[in-house]
Each structure stands twice: as structure tokens, then as C-alpha cells.
């Protein structure tokens, strides 16, 4: 919640109502008493003499926590991150307090009253919503009034960095030029199969190696897994299902498909009589059942001509259409069927059905096999679940629960927390497995709904802390980086000589590709450290090629760059280039003022 507040800081300034609301009594009452920062509690670090306490670190641990973003799992990394932050925090609030920087309880009491997670649906401050949002976030109202305090500064202080910083007009020019540039050149690349011999790690390479990359070789922490699985699906699949069920299903589900219809209409009012009409009806009933054509009936009888020229014929009807009376009768037919006579507001109709737009049969048959097949096996699905729920929570094992229900006992190989594949990998399930019930206690977990037809158990079989793995474990693949860079320096190194022999002027015998005018945005299907490359090269001068080189992937390629090109102005694309170039120029001296402060802060952890 205070990021989002933080994201609309910029716009603060014209939500707020001119005038003072002063609101500071209603909004934190007695538990104004209760302070965030109290002073109880170790210290985990000090910034220039004023403490950090643990209280502060363990609730901005936890808020990050109850915000979803980060994983409980990660509880150990994200300390260490919320202590770094708040000792940013700590540098820049002391700067902005030495620099004069300041925040009126009026102002504070305005922007908070104006912001919208705090309103009503009329707009209005609602106190009760306001000490609900932030119980939620773990913040007491005189809490979180002083982090707005905090973070208004910070912003303040942070926008007035960023305001200060400016570029030149003539800067403006010379990087829209170059965002624009187009460059030639040719590229040739030399992969392995060029270099004189094959290279080969030693044992002393290895081992440096592995000494300088040890993090790389950490095996997390790992689990091997017993689990069972109670499949409504899979009990489905051994279900026989007739045809002429098969059929029904068909018809039911295609009931409401639209349908092609005829209809004979007849009028009454002014010229003839309802019964006259229905008289008339009738008299077409008759000759239907004496073999006469519908469309025959429908050109002599109906009043509705510009159909009758069409036999009857409506075209596509969807229901809902035509009304209540007429969709009754027309979707309680079948193909060739004529309905009773039917009465709308323009008249009493006899009805065709003359073709249904329905999927076909066999296309839908296998879905339909499928779906009567789980719902004949729904009570005896719910029945298995309730039985695992029942024996997983008392049983010391899976084996015995698995026997019981007739499932299969399956295992798991080693996996980590973020390493599970198929349905290990289901949400909420690594949770279940590295809790402190399941791998501290040794219990079967809950059962977990994978979706509605899926209840899963599982159960820690073994169990191994994160540890680095060995060198002698490790080897083949220490051994496989420390040969793809050594083959990487070699390739830059017989690189650099074919450069130096073309720099001298002289031929050399390469599988030149052409690029022509590439520019920054159109890559023309290079990859991007190969176009960094070519545009980091200085301009060619005369007829002279400019070459590089650069590592690509597992190979070398060689760049003559021959000429540097203008481009076209595109006006969208160098306003969005300027404005990102500014925006990164007021990140890096807000970057640059954080490490300045902190080089010079007594920190003591």
C-alpha cells in the first residue's frame, strides 16, 4: 500500500485541498500512544549515532512478507536487504533533516485525507477504512504518519536532485544524432574450429576456478518426497460410457444451438379474425400432414412475402431473438420438425426447423465421454478424498495410507524448493513440503487441492541442508566453464591478430556478411552484443574500415565498420530517448548522493 502511495507522490500536490484540515486527533486517538519505533529492543545497527532497532527491522521484514512480494522461505535474505534499506533510509532522512527539509503535521493531515485508499465511495475520509488498510499492512496510524514523514522527505529531498539536473540543448542534438545513426559494416565470425589446438584445463585451473566460484557449486536445500495423488480424472478414464448416452448428452448440450427456420406467418386485425387466422393455420396443418412442402405452403399462404419468396425461409435464428412464445417453440424442435401454431405480437406462425448450427458428434463426443465419465465417478472421488483426509492426518507413513485407497505410492528425486517439475511444481504444494510440520515434524501434510479434480498428500522421505558440493562432485562441469573460457580468450586472441593483420592493410580470408545501414532499433536479426559492438566502434575515416572484434556466445566475431550513416528523424522515438536519458542522469545523482552519504556515515552493524 505505501508503495502505491509512494508511485503517486509526484501528483500529491494537486490532490490536496487548499486550506487546513486538521485531522490529527481523529485519526490517531489513544493509539496514538503506541509508537512504531519504540525504544525496546536490541540494536541491530547505528547510523551516525542513532540506533536501528530490531523492532524496526523485524516489521518491515514482515510487512514485506504480508505483501506477497517476497516468499517466507527467503525470510534470511530479505533481513539482511530490509536492514541495508533501513540504514539508507537513516543516511538520507539525517540529510534531509540537516539540509531543513521539513513536513507540517497540516500537510500531513492533508495528504492523507486526500489519498484514495482512505475514501469512501463518495470521496470522503473514512477513519474506520483508514485504521483497517493499515492493520493490514502491519502499520500503527502514528507508525505509518511517520513513514510518510520519511518517505515525503526522501521524495522531496530526491526531487530536488532530480530537478536540478538539466541538459543542454546542443546535448539534446548530439544524442538524437546518435540515437538515429545508422552504421555498414561486415562481420565474420570464427568460432573453435579455427584456433590451432584444443584447449584443455589443467588441474591447477580447475582448482582456482572452483576456489573463485564457489557460490556457483552451492546445492540448496533439498528434499526427496513420498506423495500420493487422488485423480477424479484419472478414476474417470476407467469408466464405460455407452453410445446412446453418448447421444443424449450430444442433444442436451446442443439444445440451445442456433437453428435454420421457416415460418409460415398469419396475420390478423383489421382484414380477418384471430380465428380466421388460426382457421387459416390449420388448413396448412392439414395439407403438411397430406405431403405438401412447407416452402410450397409457405409462398400461398404466408403474409409475411419477403420470406414466403424464400419458402419460409429466416435464416439463422439465435435465442432470444424473436421472444419468449416464438423461442419456445423453435428450440423445442428437432431438424425437419414443424412446430403448433404459435402466437407473437405480429401473428400466429407455424415453425421449420430446417438445420441446427451444432457442433457435429464427433467432435464433441470425446469431451462428452469425459465429462458423464467424471460425473459417474464424482461420489466415489469425494468418498476417496474424505478417506484421505482421514488417514493421512493419523498415519505414520504414505505406504499404508496409498495401500488403503488403492493408489500408488510415487517418489520424487532430489528437489529444492524452486526445482520441482510436473505436479510438485503446483502451487502451494514445496510450501506444504518445507514447512515445519511436514519437514520439522515429519507429519503427512494437509491435503492439498491442486484443482478440482486433483487432492494431493505428501511426505519428507529424506532430507539434506543446503551445502557447496565438492570439487570431486563437481568436476566434469568445473572443468566444462573453465575450457569454454579459455576457448573464449583463445578465440579473442586469434581475433585480435586477424584485426591487427587487417589494420595493416592486408587481406585475410574470412566468410564476410554484409549489414547495411542498420540502425539501434532495427537489428536486421544480429544479435545485440554483436550490434553494441559495431556502434561502440569510432567512425571510419576516409575509404579506411574501422575493425573490432567481440566475444559472441562461443564464438568470436570480427567487425569492419564502413561507414556511419545519418538516419531518418523520428521525432516519437528521440523525445522518449531524452526524456529516459534525464531520468537515468537524476537516478545516477540520487545513486551518487546514497553512496556519498554512506562512505561518510559511521555505520555500525
Same mark, same amino acid.
Given at each position: 500500500?505505501?508503495?502505491?502511495?509512494?508511485?503517486?507522490?509526484?501528483?500529491?500536490?494537486?490532490?490536496?485541498?487548499?486550506?487546513?484540515?486538521?485531522?490529527?486527533?481523529?485519526?490517531?486517538?489513544?493509539?496514538?500512544?503506541?509508537?512504531?519505533?519504540?525504544?525496546? &529492543?536490541?540494536?541491530? %545497527?547505528?547510523?551516525? &549515532?542513532?540506533?536501528?532497532? =530490531?523492532?524496526?527491522?523485524?516489521?518491515?521484514?514482515?510487512?514485506?512478507?504480508?505483501?506477497?512480494?517476497?516468499?517466507?522461505?527467503?525470510?534470511?535474505?530479505?533481513? !539482511?536487504?530490509?536492514?541495508?534499506?533501513?540504514? +539508507?533510509?537513516?543516511?538520507?532522512?539525517?540529510?534531509?533533516?540537516?539540509?531543513?527539509?521539513?513536513? *507540517?503535521?497540516?500537510?500531513?493531515?492533508?495528504?492523507?485525507?486526500?489519498?484514495?485508499?482512505?475514501?469512501?465511495?463518495?470521496?470522503?475520509?473514512?477513519?474506520?477504512?483508514?485504521?483497517?488498510?493499515?492493520?493490514?499492512?502491519?502499520?500503527?496510524?502514528?507508525?505509518?504518519?511517520?513513514?510518510?514523514?520519511?518517505?515525503?522527505?526522501?521524495?522531496?529531498?530526491?526531487?530536488?536532485?532530480?530537478?536540478?539536473?538539466?541538459?543542454?540543448?546542443?546535448?539534446?542534438?548530439?544524442?538524437?544524432?546518435?540515437? =538515429? $545513426?545508422?552504421?555498414?559494416?561486415?562481420?565474420?565470425?570464427?568460432?573453435?574450429?579455427?584456433?590451432?589446438?584444443?584447449?584443455?584445463?589443467?588441474?591447477?585451473?580447475?582448482?582456482?576456478?572452483?576456489? $573463485?566460484?564457489?557460490?556457483?557449486?552451492?546445492?540448496?536445500?533439498?528434499?526427496?518426497?513420498?506423495?500420493?495423488?487422488?485423480?477424479?480424472?484419472?478414476? %474417470?478414464?476407467?469408466?464405460?460410457?455407452?453410445?446412446?448416452?453418448?447421444?443424449?448428452?450430444? =442433444?442436451?448440450?446442443?439444445?440451445?444451438?442456433?437453428?435454420?427456420?421457416?415460418?409460415?406467418?398469419? +396475420?390478423?386485425?383489421?382484414?380477418?379474425?384471430? /380465428?380466421?387466422?388460426?382457421?387459416?393455420?390449420?388448413?396448412?396443418?392439414?395439407?403438411?400432414?397430406?405431403?405438401?412442402?412447407?416452402?410450397?405452403?409457405?409462398?400461398?399462404?404466408?403474409?409475411?412475402?419477403?420470406?414466403?419468396?424464400?419458402?419460409?425461409?429466416?435464416?439463422?435464428? *439465435?435465442?432470444?431473438?424473436?421472444?419468449?412464445?416464438?423461442?419456445?417453440?423453435?428450440?423445442?424442435?428437432?431438424? &425437419?420438425?414443424?412446430?403448433?401454431?404459435? /402466437?407473437?405480437?405480429?401473428?400466429?406462425?407455424?415453425?421449420?426447423?430446417?438445420?441446427?448450427?451444432?457442433?457435429?458428434? !464427433?467432435?464433441?463426443?470425446?469431451?462428452?465421454?469425459? $465429462?458423464?465419465?467424471?460425473?459417474?465417478?464424482?461420489?466415489?472421488?469425494?468418498?476417496?478424498?474424505?478417506?484421505?483426509?482421514?488417514?493421512?492426518?493419523?498415519?505414520?507413513?504414505? *505406504?499404508?495410507?496409498?495401500?488403503?485407497?488403492?493408489?500408488?505410492?510415487?517418489?520424487?528425486?532430489?528437489?529444492?524448493?524452486?526445482? %520441482?517439475?510436473? @505436479?510438485?511444481?503446483?502451487?502451494?504444494?514445496?510450501?506444504?513440503?518445507?514447512?515445519?510440520?511436514?519437514?520439522?515434524?515429519?507429519?503427512?501434510?494437509?491435503?492439498?487441492?491442486?484443482?478440482?479434480?486433483?487432492?494431493?498428500?505428501?511426505? @519428507?522421505?529424506?532430507? =539434506?541442508?543446503?551445502?557447496?558440493?565438492?570439487?570431486?562432485?563437481?568436476?566434469?562441469?568445473?572443468?566444462?566453464?573453465?575450457?569454454?573460457?579459455?576457448?573464449?580468450?583463445?578465440?579473442?586472441?586469434?581475433?585480435?591478430?586477424?584485426?591487427? +593483420?587487417?589494420?595493416?592493410?592486408?587481406?585475410?580470408?574470412?566468410?564476410?556478411?554484409?549489414?547495411?545501414?542498420?540502425?539501434?532499433? $532495427?537489428?536486421?536479426?544480429?544479435?545485440?552484443?554483436?550490434?553494441?559492438?559495431?556502434?561502440?566502434?569510432?567512425?571510419?575515416?576516409?575509404?579506411?574500415?574501422?575493425?573490432?572484434?567481440?566475444?559472441?556466445?562461443?564464438?568470436?566475431?570480427?567487425?569492419?565498420?564502413?561507414?556511419?550513416?545519418?538516419?531518418?528523424?523520428?521525432?516519437?522515438?528521440?523525445?522518449?530517448?531524452?526524456?529516459? %536519458? /534525464?531520468?537515468?542522469?537524476?537516478?545516477?545523482?540520487?545513486? &551518487?548522493?546514497?553512496?556519498?552519504?554512506?562512505?561518510?556515515?559511521?555505520?555500525?552493524?
Amino acid at each position: 500500500m505505501l508503495q502505491s502511495i509512494r508511485d503517486r507522490s509526484r501528483s500529491w500536490g494537486a490532490k490536496i485541498i487548499i486550506g487546513a484540515v486538521v485531522v490529527t486527533m481523529a485519526l490517531f486517538g489513544v493509539e496514538s500512544l503506541v509508537g512504531l519505533f519504540g525504544n525496546s &529492543g536490541d540494536e541491530v %545497527a547505528e547510523v551516525n &549515532g542513532e540506533p536501528i532497532m =530490531r523492532q524496526e527491522l523485524e516489521l518491515a521484514v514482515q510487512r514485506a512478507i504480508r505483501s506477497g512480494q517476497v516468499p517466507p522461505e527467503q525470510e534470511r535474505a530479505l533481513r !539482511a536487504q530490509m536492514l541495508d534499506q533501513l540504514i +539508507t533510509d537513516r543516511v538520507l532522512r539525517q540529510y534531509a533533516e540537516e539540509g531543513g527539509l521539513h513536513f *507540517s503535521e497540516e500537510q500531513l493531515d492533508q495528504i492523507i485525507v486526500s489519498l484514495p485508499e482512505f475514501q469512501d465511495q463518495e470521496g470522503r475520509f473514512d477513519s474506520d477504512l483508514f485504521r483497517n488498510r493499515l492493520a493490514s499492512a502491519g502499520y500503527t496510524p502514528v507508525g505509518f504518519r511517520e513513514q510518510l514523514r520519511q518517505d515525503m522527505q526522501q521524495q522531496q529531498l530526491q526531487q530536488g536532485l532530480a530537478f536540478s539536473d538539466f541538459t543542454l540543448e546542443s546535448e539534446r542534438e548530439r544524442l538524437a544524432k546518435l540515437q =538515429r $545513426q545508422t552504421r555498414t559494416f561486415r562481420h565474420a565470425a570464427i568460432d573453435a574450429a579455427s584456433l590451432d589446438e584444443e584447449v584443455a584445463a589443467s588441474e591447477s585451473q580447475i582448482e582456482a576456478y572452483y576456489e $573463485q566460484h564457489q557460490e556457483a557449486f552451492r546445492r540448496p536445500e533439498q528434499v526427496r518426497l513420498e506423495y500420493v495423488v487422488v485423480d477424479r480424472q484419472a478414476m %474417470a478414464a476407467e469408466v464405460e460410457v455407452d453410445e446412446a448416452a453418448l447421444r443424449d448428452a450430444w =442433444r442436451e448440450a446442443t439444445a440451445d444451438a442456433d437453428r435454420r427456420l421457416s415460418h409460415i406467418m398469419v +396475420t390478423f386485425g383489421d382484414e380477418r379474425s384471430r /380465428e380466421e387466422a388460426v382457421s387459416r393455420l390449420e388448413e396448412v396443418q392439414a395439407r403438411l400432414e397430406e405431403g405438401e412442402a412447407f416452402s410450397e405452403l409457405a409462398a400461398e399462404f404466408s403474409d409475411d412475402t419477403v420470406s414466403a419468396e424464400q419458402g419460409g425461409d429466416l435464416g439463422v435464428v *439465435s435465442r432470444g431473438f424473436f421472444g419468449e412464445a416464438f423461442d419456445e417453440a423453435a428450440f423445442s424442435l428437432g431438424e &425437419g420438425e414443424v412446430s403448433g401454431i404459435v /402466437e407473437t405480437d405480429n401473428g400466429l406462425h407455424l415453425l421449420k426447423v430446417t438445420g441446427l448450427e451444432r457442433e457435429a458428434f !464427433a467432435e464433441m463426443r470425446d469431451e462428452l465421454r469425459r $465429462q458423464l465419465a467424471r460425473d459417474a465417478v464424482s461420489d466415489a472421488f469425494n468418498d476417496k478424498v474424505q478417506q484421505l483426509i482421514d488417514e493421512s492426518f493419523s498415519a505414520d507413513d504414505l *505406504s499404508s495410507v496409498a495401500d488403503d485407497l488403492g493408489l500408488e505410492l510415487e517418489t520424487s528425486d532430489w528437489i529444492s524448493r524452486e526445482g %520441482a517439475e510436473g @505436479v510438485l511444481a503446483e502451487p502451494g504444494v514445496m510450501s506444504q513440503a518445507f514447512s515445519d510440520d511436514v519437514l520439522g515434524e515429519g507429519y503427512n501434510s494437509e491435503v492439498i487441492e491442486l484443482d478440482s479434480d486433483r487432492r494431493l498428500v505428501l511426505r @519428507v522421505a529424506e532430507h =539434506r541442508e543446503a551445502t557447496t558440493l565438492p570439487l570431486t562432485e563437481v568436476r566434469d562441469e568445473v572443468r566444462a566453464e573453465v575450457e569454454a573460457e579459455l576457448r573464449r580468450e583463445a578465440l579473442l586472441a586469434r581475433a585480435d591478430e586477424l584485426v591487427t +593483420t587487417l589494420r595493416d592493410g592486408e587481406s585475410v580470408e574470412l566468410d564476410w556478411q554484409q549489414a547495411e545501414a542498420v540502425s539501434r532499433q $532495427q537489428s536486421q536479426g544480429l544479435s545485440r552484443t554483436l550490434m553494441d559492438a559495431a556502434f561502440r566502434l569510432p567512425a571510419p575515416e576516409g575509404e579506411t574500415p574501422t575493425y573490432g572484434r567481440v566475444a559472441d556466445g562461443d564464438r568470436a566475431v570480427i567487425i569492419a565498420l564502413e561507414s556511419v550513416g545519418e538516419g531518418e528523424i523520428d521525432e516519437q522515438v528521440e523525445q522518449f530517448v531524452a526524456s529516459m %536519458a /534525464e531520468r537515468l542522469r537524476a537516478q545516477a545523482a540520487i545513486q &551518487g548522493l546514497i553512496e556519498h552519504l554512506r562512505s561518510e556515515a559511521e555505520i555500525r552493524r
